[in-house]
């Protein structure tokens, strides 16, 4: 019997929510909470799949090439786009997967588990070039965002796939770089109210797609990605009054990740400096993109009024989790703050990304 088993971690962001669909870049870490799977190879031509966390279980014929999918069948998915990388099944595994990674958080469990099958039946039945974390990390990208035809961006499957602190090129091109291996004093708060990922992020994205075509129509060099937040004046005489707000959130986002990034280069950032910022891009996420909800702003001041340098909401929107930055001395009225008005709270350390045990 052939055993395997893996890690797969969660990710949280630090700067640039709602910033990936438009192929701005974002800065976001693996997170020490995990999805794990262990597998073992049985004598039949099924995966027989148990996932006790949600109670639920599934058989999937190794055979089955999945011309039409279920909603958000990733097991499916990935199935379907490895095949197209010469990942072919030839054999069947009993299969548990669970782990201590809170689920509809905002810390991408969807993207933990994808990774973590896919790097399953890498190990198990091999593909056509060399296996690296940025392939495996593009083909969850092509299982859970292309297939389903989803609007999200690349940034969990990086996070997970890669690990570490990485600042990430979300474009066509897609690249990144390690920033840091830890930054330390980082807490996920869970709200308990579960995000609303695909209406909310369908949303913000159409009307920030629409107020860039119109720029792009009067102005065809037009580059967002080059865009200064104090060129803003110069072209939102292009924009419906309706889409301004969208257009001057992606500049003023664009520009706090970026004066993130610099500070994080350095060998001692200045850690208040950085929560400044997450307060500044938390702002832009509640007032003008208005993807919060009363108990996440809850969470947020009571963790300000505890002593965290700064604290934004998590992903999506309309729940979900918060990150903290907090001193190593305010952790834990941090974290009791946000626990009495949320869910749950925790430090997490930044983690190597998703692996083979």
Request: net charge negative; glycine share 8%; aromatic share 8%.
């Amino acid at each position: 019997m052939k055993k395997i088993k893996i890690l797969s971690p969660g990710r949280t962001c630090l700067f640039g929510d709602h910033q990936d669909y438009l192929e701005l870049p974002v800065i976001a870490c693996a997170i020490d909470r995990y999805i794990k799977l262990e597998a073992v190879s049985n004598s039949t031509t099924f995966f027989s799949i148990q996932l006790p966390d949600i109670g639920e279980v599934r058989d999937i014929h190794i055979h089955d090439e999945f011309e039409t999918m279920a909603y958000r069948d990733y097991f499916a998915s990935s199935l379907r786009v490895l095949r197209r990388y010469g990942c072919i099944p030839s054999k069947g595994y009993d299969i548990v997967i669970k782990g201590d990674l809170p689920l509809n958080a905002g810390v991408s469990s969807s993207s933990a588990l994808i990774i973590a099958w896919i790097k399953f039946l890498l190990e198990a039945f091999g593909a056509n070039q060399k296996i690296t974390s940025v392939i495996v990390a593009r083909i969850a990208y092509e299982a859970e965002v292309l297939e389903h035809n989803e609007p999200g961006g690349l940034m969990d499957q990086y996070s997970i796939g890669i690990g570490n602190v990485l600042f990430i090129d979300t474009s066509k091109e897609a690249s990144y770089d390690t920033i840091k291996n830890d930054i330390p004093g980082l807490i996920v708060g869970e709200s308990g109210v579960k995000k609303e990922t695909i209406g909310t992020l369908g949303d913000r994205k159409e009307k920030a797609l629409k107020a860039i075509k119109y720029i792009a129509d009067k102005v065809p060099d037009f580059d967002l990605k080059r865009t200064k937040l104090e060129e803003y004046d110069d072209y939102e005489k292009y924009v419906p009054t309706e889409l301004k707000p969208y257009f001057f959130a992606a500049l003023k986002n664009h520009s706090i990740t970026l004066k993130a990034l610099e500070e994080l280069k350095k060998e001692c950032p200045n850690m208040e400096y950085i929560g400044n910022l997450m307060n500044e891009h938390h702002l832009v996420l509640k007032n003008i993109l208005k993807i919060t909800v009363p108990i996440i702003d809850n969470m947020v001041a009571k963790a300000i009024e505890a002593g965290a340098y700064g604290v934004k909401i998590v992903g999506s929107g309309g729940g979900g989790s918060i990150v903290a930055l907090a001193p190593k001395n305010k952790e834990q009225a941090v974290i009791e703050a946000i626990q009495k008005e949320g869910k749950a709270a925790y430090v997490v350390n930044v983690d190597a990304g998703a692996r083979v045990i």
